[in-house]
């Protein structure tokens, strides 16, 4: 069986889960409880050196971080993910780096928890995630004011670049990140979340 660790919450496993779902790959979903500090216990650690979620255990392999396990199942699995010319697969992978590797990292709950405690709680959760994500949200959105943006983030199939930004525009939710002005996001969200496979993957679907 495929097991993927999980914590319902991650955005980085919420990614794995979308990709998953829209291969139609059955999967034994483990948690990892982020919040009780499970990551940080032995168990995990043996698995996931970093200490955090997704690890994902598929053909005798145990793969970690999740851009990572999406090109391996894109690779293996057909999935047409990436374009198949060097320009598309560029764009396709610096709209998800813009996502996965510069709003997400400044927005990791581990990250923003030590910048309130540093702050004397000055700051707030709340207000660190409004500062980060609703910029680097209209980055994004200048990025796919683009000839190549079609139904989705490129073109008219689902890419990495899709996946990476249904996590994200999630959490834009829950911090109270208005983006509705923003109309290449919230059409390409609607688009995406149209899909049976991503509905499935939503944090509310996963949550133990």
């Known amino acids: 069986m495929i097991k993927l660790y999980d914590y319902w919450r ?58 990572a396990i999406l090109e391996y199942l894109n690779d293996t699995r057909a999935a047409g993910w990436l374009p198949p010319d060097a320009a598309g697969r560029a764009r396709v992978r610096a709209l998800a780096m813009a996502i996965a590797m510069e709003i997400q990292p400044v927005c990791n709950l581990r990250v923003a928890k030590s910048v309130v405690a540093a702050s004397g709680g000055k700051v707030t959760l709340e207000d660190w995630m409004r500062r980060h994500i609703a910029p680097g949200l ?65 944090p509310d679907r996963a949550r133990p």
């Open 138 to 202: 209209e980055a994004v959105e200048a990025l796919l004011e683009h000839a190549a943006t079609g139904r989705f983030c490129h073109g008219d199939a689902v890419t990495l670049a899709d996946i990476c930004l249904v996590p994200q525009l999630y959490n834009a939710n829950r911090w109270g990140v208005a983006y509705d002005h923003l109309t290449r996001l919230s059409t390409v969200e609607a688009a995406i979340l149209a899909l049976p496979a991503v509905q499935a993957a939503h």
């Open 10 to 67: 991650s955005s980085s496993a919420y990614r794995v889960r979308i990709g998953l779902n829209l291969l139609g790959i059955a999967h034994q979903r483990i948690e990892v409880d982020l919040l009780a500090g499970d990551q940080t216990g032995a168990a995990n650690l043996a698995r996931n050196p970093q200490g955090v979620v997704p690890t994902l255990e598929i053909d005798g392999l145990s793969l970690t971080q999740s851009l």
